[in-house]
């Protein structure tokens, strides 16, 4: 007898249902298109009112889905950074609303203009597993500031916070206004080929070209949160201690599983070594000499994350780079807590300095000058984030305007993004498009210009027929007098 379950069915039965949960909320839209201000901000209060309620229910279920993830960083990382972009949202909204005046052009002078901005609709948010609640509740607030309903895709490996998220919308909010599907959707493409009004999609290059490119078919236009190599520049005369501490906390937060993470970091070649003593020290320092059973340490995702993370290192000793660990570490007994791995002699050839790490690895690049550096970082695709450590603002100015970056922090790392006030979002292979603050309002409400026409504007003074003595004035004024000496070529 098969006691496998028949995954084709369930799969059927889960895109039938979202199938029903999309025509519903666009429905609902329809029925109630424009939500004013007070409306919004009881759904964004619910939010918040839910987020403090249930901080301890989420940060034991995003634990049971890692096999181990502190309290204390699921919730300065997941729920601190929601509750702070609710609060922003909450005391913003009435102002983000108002219509926008813009001045005419001379020609209708006496007329006006401004820009609306008006819900879209329905809005897809497909959400990564590395922060679940942020990456979730992120794009949510901004959806609801701007008035839409809002489709929520969870990861399909983190099914316990999947459960608790679902719950806690659910006690605030009808499915025909905030609805969530997890694991149970085998096939995520039939998410993102439904003809949402917007799509707003968390997590890789390669997986966001899918999803932009089934967005294509629906003409839905797309907002892209991808990631990428991001580098770290520590200058020659920046405290070399600092910056290893300071590096060393962004590879060892959620075990290095963040897309703004320092990917690896540009030292001056005289300070290679004295940096990686560093960056050991500042590892033991936070973590003690080992993270096998260390409740401060998260662990990797899953075996399958865990063993593209061996293999990284493998292909590095295997073409001559010098792996160190900063915590003895056998990867055949610890639970997948995988201490800060440094690599040094690293060369072109090797993964490490291919792909996004996305883990506790830190490849160390020697440079000789700050052009060096800069030649380096764009040689390859642009980032999501970009660090640069440095007191010396020529120097940090400098090698701004020479860099493009989706964001950057200066003197640390990954800050910029809990800034809820300032747009955050990727250029080129790290994303399109941007959410937070009043651009996040503003991605997702279609900006709408409205032209008012004075009663006795006399804009029949430009019908046809062509040719009478106002058009030839206004012609004169605008365009001054052509050239009667050039000849067609």
């Known amino acids: ?48 009112t839910q987020i403090t309620r249930y901080q301890d229910v989420l940060t034991a279920a995003m634990s049971a889905d890692f096999g181990n ?17 609710v609060n922003h949202a909450i005391r913003h909204v009435t102002r983000w609303m108002k219509p926008s005046r813009r ?3 001379l020609l209708f002078f006496s007329n006006s203009v401004q820009v609306t901005y008006q819900p879209k609709g329905v809005v897809g948010i497909i959400v990564p597993w590395n922060f679940p609640i942020y990456l979730a509740l992120g794009p949510l607030v901004a959806a609801l500031a701007a008035g839409n309903r809002a489709m929520i895709k969870m990861p399909e490996i983190t099914p316990a916070t999947n459960a608790v998220l679902a719950r806690l919308l659910g006690e605030i909010f009808s499915e025909d206004e905030v609805a969530l599907v997890g694991e149970e959707l085998l096939d995520p493409g039939l998410f993102t080929a439904l003809p949402f009004n917007h ?5 890789s290059p390669a997986v966001g070209k899918i999803v932009m490119r089934t967005a294509a078919e629906n ?6 949160e991808l990631g990428g190599k991001s580098p770290a520049v520590v200058t ?112 072109a050839d090797m993964r490490i300095l291919q792909e996004e790490l996305f883990g506790p690895i830190l490849p160390v690049l020697p440079y000789d000058t700050m ?43 990954g800050w910029h993004v ?17 959410y937070h603050g009043v651009e996040g309002f503003r991605e997702l409400s279609h900006a709408k210009t409205v032209f008012k026409r004075q009663r006795f504007f006399p804009t029949q003074w430009f019908y046809p027929p062509y040719g009478s003595w106002v058009q030839r004035w206004t012609m004169r004024f605008f365009l001054g007098k052509g050239d009667a000496g050039l000849k067609e070529k």
């Open 219 to 224: 003409l839905t236009p797309v907002t892209l």
């Open 103 to 105: 001045a005419t052009e």
């Open 1 to 48: 007898m098969n006691n496998q379950p028949n995954t084709s069915r369930h799969n059927i039965d889960a895109a039938t249902r979202v199938a029903q949960l999309f025509a519903a909320q666009r429905a609902a839209f329809q029925a109630a298109p424009y939500p004013c201000a007070r409306e919004r901000q009881q759904k964004l209060k619910a939010i918040k």
């Open 69 to 85: 993830r502190p309290a204390a960083e699921s919730k300065m990382s997941d729920l601190l950074g929601s509750m702070m972009e």
């Open 199 to 203: 799509l707003v999609f968390t997590g």
């Open 371 to 413: 052009e060096d550096a800069i030649a380096y970082i764009n040689q390859g695709e642009r980032p999501l984030a970009l660090y640069c450590f440095s007191h010396d603002d020529t120097e940090r100015q400098h090698l701004l305007r020479h860099t493009h970056s989706g964001g950057v922090t200066l003197n640390d790392w």
């Open 236 to 347: 020659r005369h920046y405290p070399l201690a600092d910056a290893a501490q300071r590096i060393a906390h962004g590879k060892a937060s959620n075990c290095g599983q963040i897309c703004v993470s320092p990917d690896y970091a540009l030292v001056p070649r005289e300070n290679a070594d004295e940096f990686v003593a560093h960056v050991q020290n500042s590892f033991s320092a936070m973590f003690g000499n080992s993270v096998n059973g260390n409740a401060d340490y998260t662990c990797v995702i899953n075996d399958k994350h865990f063993a593209r993370l061996i293999a990284l290192l493998d292909d590095a000793r295997a073409k001559g780079a010098t792996v160190i660990p900063c915590a003895p570490f056998d990867p055949a007994q610890q639970n997948r807590q995988m201490p800060l791995h440094i690599v040094t002699g690293c060369n």
């Open 418 to 434: 809990a800034n809820h006030d300032a747009p955050f979002g990727g250029i080129g292979n790290s994303g399109m498009g941007s």
